[in-house]
């Protein structure tokens, strides 16, 4: 049976005045974290500043919970932030991924010691990173290798896409010990023969400092060792991190939305043959925009529904039930969002002509980064376990994908 391992004596007066507080200060500071994202796009300049703000302003912090001083938020008030945050910076919004999800570990897996060691440098201001995926292998399949040498251990191997690592204090991975088994460890980012590669070169999403992370005869302490979630066993951490992926891509539409209105006000001409003197005024470029928009709304209230089932089950104490229920949820919202961050990332287009892919103005970035963070994880296989679902109540897989 799921246990909720959740430290939950806080009081409700307290977790709301708490994220009331985290949405004072992200109302704050997400303006000018935004100001500069299509710039820094062009000149590919990495955001550690605006990441670095986030992180100490403690907007990573939504779900520890007020027993241990966080604002004890639930999963809705996560997700609505990370749209906030996508839709002005998505490479931000998806670097801090990691962060938020390791919150979730803890308060699914972790120990008391555990929660007590890292909610407090949390809410300092740490970032945690994954050193996950290894390539040139069979996907899942881990070559990496952690022996045992006297009181400690010695890593070697390579990852790579480890989202946020080149912002973060902490990177975490897992490797094969000597019987074959798997082993999660987190390590301080400076740590000896530990190696990060700015080596990322997908065409979107370029500045969620992905990339290749090198252990060469790196030293890991036992204290340093993790406990890994039960395998083969659904979890409220998969379903949370893929409704992330949903969130940043809901982001991303609204995001389209917004320099579609913009550029139409600013910058965009009526076609020769229109009846309207200024581009506002052309009926198809106000259905382009009136669409962007819809797409941008349906993605956010997918994205929102899918929030509460996951929450719903934490309230219930992980009932399995519950978290199938999220999961199914999760994909749904999942497919939905994407095609709507992709199809009003095209329509951005359909409001100014030409000159709208012009490099200056950036627009092609929502593409480029909703089909960057769509490619993680196939939506054709969402809508095929959901419909299964449907059909024969076969429940999704216990994969990371769901």
């Keep these: 049976m799921t246990t909720d ?13 708490g994220v009331a507080r ?10 000018a974290v935004g100001a500069g994202a299509a710039a820094r796009e062009r000149s590919r300049e990495l955001p550690y500043a605006q990441i670095r703000q986030i992180a100490r302003s403690q907007l990573v912090t939504f779900r520890i919970p007020t027993s241990h001083a966080g604002p004890g938020s639930a999963v809705r008030d996560v997700m ?9 910076d998505s490479n931000i919004a998806q670097a801090l991924r990691s962060s938020f999800g390791f919150v979730e570990s803890l308060l699914a897996n972790g ?4 929660r007590d060691t890292w909610f407090p440098r949390l809410l300092a201001g740490d970032i945690v990173a994954n050193a996950g995926w290894e390539i040139g292998v069979p996907n899942g399949e881990i070559r990496t290798r952690i022996t045992r040498q006297g009181d400690h251990f010695i890593v070697e191997g390579s990852k790579f896409y480890r989202t946020g690592a080149l912002y973060a ?6 490797a094969l ?8 460890f987190i390590l301080p980012r400076g740590r000896d023969g530990l190696r990060l ?20 005869n790196v030293v890991v302490h036992s204290d340093e060792l993790r406990r890994g979630p039960t395998r083969n066993r659904r979890s409220p951490v998969t379903a949370f991190l893929q409704l992330y992926l949903g969130a940043v891509e809901a982001g991303i539409a609204r995001n389209a939305l917004t320099d579609a209105v913009a550029f ?8 020769a043959h229109s009846t309207a003197e200024r581009a506002v005024d052309d009926p198809y470029v106000q259905h382009a925009v009136g669409e962007i928009s819809a797409h941008a709304y349906v993605a956010e209230a997918a994205v929102d529904r899918a929030a509460a089932t996951i929450d719903r089950a934490w309230d219930a104490d992980l009932r399995p039930d519950l978290l199938t229920a999220a999961s199914v949820e999760v994909a749904q919202a999942q497919f939905v969002a994407v095609n709507a961050a992709l199809r009003a990332a095209e329509l951005v287009f359909d409001v100014g002509g030409g000159s709208a892919t012009a490099s200056g103005h950036g627009l092609d970035r929502h593409w480029r980064n909703a089909r960057t963070v769509a490619s993680h994880n196939p939506r054709s296989w969402k809508a095929a376990v959901v419909g299964v679902y449907r059909l024969s109540g076969a429940e999704p897989p216990t994969s990371g994908l769901f």
């Design 169 to 174: 204090d902490w990177i975490g991975a897992t």
């Design 264 to 271: 139409a006000r600013r910058y965009a001409r009526p076609i």
């Design 5 to 17: 391992t959740r430290d939950t004596t806080g009081s409700p007066g307290a977790a709301m005045a």
């Design 111 to 114: 120990s008391a010691d555990e």
């Design 80 to 88: 609505r932030f990370v749209v906030d945050l996508a839709a002005i």
């Design 177 to 184: 010990d000597e019987s074959a088994q798997r082993v999660s």
């Design 22 to 31: 985290l949405r004072d200060r992200a109302a704050e500071l997400l303006p």
């Design 197 to 216: 590669v700015d080596d990322f070169d997908g065409m979107g999403q370029r500045f969620t400092a992905s990339g290749t992370t090198r252990f060469d």
